[in-house]
Protein backbone atom coordinates (compact mmCIF):
# COMPACT_ATOMS: atom_id res chain seq x y z
CA UNK A 1 0.00 0.00 0.00
CA UNK A 2 2.80 2.44 0.99
CA UNK A 3 3.93 2.08 -3.08
CA UNK A 4 0.53 2.87 -4.02
CA UNK A 5 0.78 6.42 -2.32
CA UNK A 6 4.36 7.03 -2.79
CA UNK A 7 2.75 6.99 -6.09
CA UNK A 8 -0.15 8.82 -6.38
CA UNK A 9 0.45 11.28 -3.31
CA UNK A 10 3.87 12.17 -3.52
CA UNK A 11 3.81 15.72 -4.60
CA UNK A 12 7.60 16.50 -4.08
CA UNK A 13 7.74 13.64 -6.23
CA UNK A 14 5.01 14.12 -8.53
CA UNK A 15 6.08 17.85 -9.30
CA UNK A 16 9.54 16.39 -9.41
CA UNK A 17 8.55 13.55 -12.34
CA UNK A 18 6.82 16.66 -14.17
CA UNK A 19 9.69 18.80 -14.44
CA UNK A 20 12.04 16.02 -15.89
CA UNK A 21 8.96 15.17 -18.81
CA UNK A 22 8.81 18.72 -19.41
CA UNK A 23 12.85 18.43 -20.09
CA UNK A 24 12.19 15.26 -21.73
CA UNK A 25 9.94 16.73 -24.40
CA UNK A 26 12.07 19.77 -25.10
CA UNK A 27 14.44 17.03 -26.39
CA UNK A 28 11.85 14.92 -28.60
CA UNK A 29 11.34 18.83 -30.10
CA UNK A 30 14.64 19.48 -31.12
CA UNK A 31 14.38 16.16 -33.42
CA UNK A 32 13.60 16.52 -37.03
CA UNK A 33 10.35 16.33 -37.88
CA UNK A 34 9.58 12.82 -38.61
CA UNK A 35 11.18 12.11 -35.56
CA UNK A 36 8.99 14.10 -33.50
CA UNK A 37 6.32 12.39 -35.73
CA UNK A 38 7.02 8.79 -34.89
CA UNK A 39 8.29 9.67 -31.45
CA UNK A 40 4.59 10.95 -30.24
CA UNK A 41 2.52 8.75 -32.44
CA UNK A 42 4.43 5.71 -30.14
CA UNK A 43 4.17 7.62 -27.15
CA UNK A 44 0.49 7.93 -27.56
CA UNK A 45 0.28 4.19 -29.05
CA UNK A 46 2.04 2.87 -25.76
CA UNK A 47 0.23 5.37 -23.39
CA UNK A 48 -2.86 3.38 -24.15
CA UNK A 49 -1.33 -0.20 -22.56
CA UNK A 50 0.52 1.62 -19.50
CA UNK A 51 -0.74 0.36 -16.06
CA UNK A 52 -0.10 1.58 -12.26
CA UNK A 53 1.95 4.83 -12.02
CA UNK A 54 3.17 4.79 -15.40
CA UNK A 55 6.56 5.40 -14.00
CA UNK A 56 8.31 2.29 -15.81
CA UNK A 57 6.56 3.95 -19.07
CA UNK A 58 8.19 6.98 -18.53
CA UNK A 59 11.39 5.02 -18.61
CA UNK A 60 10.77 4.05 -21.35
CA UNK A 61 9.89 6.77 -23.40
CA UNK A 62 13.46 8.60 -21.94
CA UNK A 63 15.48 5.82 -23.67
CA UNK A 64 13.69 5.96 -26.74
CA UNK A 65 14.45 9.13 -27.01
CA UNK A 66 17.95 8.54 -26.25
CA UNK A 67 18.05 6.03 -29.37
CA UNK A 68 16.54 8.91 -31.46
CA UNK A 69 18.75 11.64 -30.80
CA UNK A 70 21.57 9.25 -32.04
CA UNK A 71 19.90 8.33 -34.77
CA UNK A 72 19.39 11.65 -36.10
CA UNK A 73 22.59 12.93 -35.27
CA UNK A 74 24.23 9.63 -37.32
CA UNK A 75 21.70 11.08 -39.83
CA UNK A 76 19.63 7.83 -40.37
CA UNK A 77 15.99 7.84 -41.48
CA UNK A 78 14.06 7.36 -38.17
CA UNK A 79 12.54 3.88 -39.51
CA UNK A 80 16.06 2.74 -39.48
CA UNK A 81 16.02 3.19 -36.09
CA UNK A 82 12.13 1.74 -35.83
CA UNK A 83 12.05 -0.81 -38.37
CA UNK A 84 8.91 -0.24 -40.65
CA UNK A 85 6.78 -2.62 -38.36
CA UNK A 86 7.04 0.01 -35.83
CA UNK A 87 4.10 -1.96 -34.02
CA UNK A 88 6.41 -4.46 -33.33
CA UNK A 89 8.65 -2.10 -32.02
CA UNK A 90 6.45 -0.67 -29.53
CA UNK A 91 5.47 -4.57 -28.13
CA UNK A 92 9.36 -4.70 -27.77
CA UNK A 93 9.72 -1.60 -25.86
CA UNK A 94 6.96 -2.21 -23.78
CA UNK A 95 8.32 -5.71 -22.77
CA UNK A 96 10.10 -4.25 -19.78
CA UNK A 97 6.62 -2.59 -18.91
CA UNK A 98 3.66 -2.98 -16.87
CA UNK A 99 1.20 -2.82 -19.13
CA UNK A 100 -3.02 -3.57 -18.49
CA UNK A 101 -2.63 -6.61 -21.04
CA UNK A 102 -0.41 -8.66 -18.69
CA UNK A 103 -3.32 -7.70 -15.97
CA UNK A 104 -5.84 -8.91 -18.55
CA UNK A 105 -4.15 -12.32 -18.99
CA UNK A 106 -3.02 -12.36 -15.39
CA UNK A 107 -6.69 -12.36 -15.01
CA UNK A 108 -7.70 -14.15 -17.08
CA UNK A 109 -5.92 -16.68 -16.03
CA UNK A 110 -6.44 -16.67 -12.33
CA UNK A 111 -10.20 -16.33 -12.86
CA UNK A 112 -10.36 -19.82 -15.16
CA UNK A 113 -7.79 -21.76 -12.43
CA UNK A 114 -10.30 -20.08 -9.17
CA UNK A 115 -13.46 -21.68 -11.00
CA UNK A 116 -12.60 -24.70 -12.51
CA UNK A 117 -8.96 -25.54 -10.98
CA UNK A 118 -5.80 -27.59 -12.22
CA UNK A 119 -6.47 -30.84 -13.20
CA UNK A 120 -4.00 -34.12 -12.72
Known sequence: MSDFF???????KIIREKKEYKGHMTRVEL?????QYVFKKIQSHMWMFAAGSGYDMMKIHY???????????EGKH????????????CDELMRSAQTYTENWREKLNNDIIKKVGKRG
Do not use: K, S
Open 31 to 35: LPDDY
Open 63 to 73: DLIELFETGAA
Open 78 to 89: VLEITGEDVAAF
Open 6 to 12: DNYFNIP
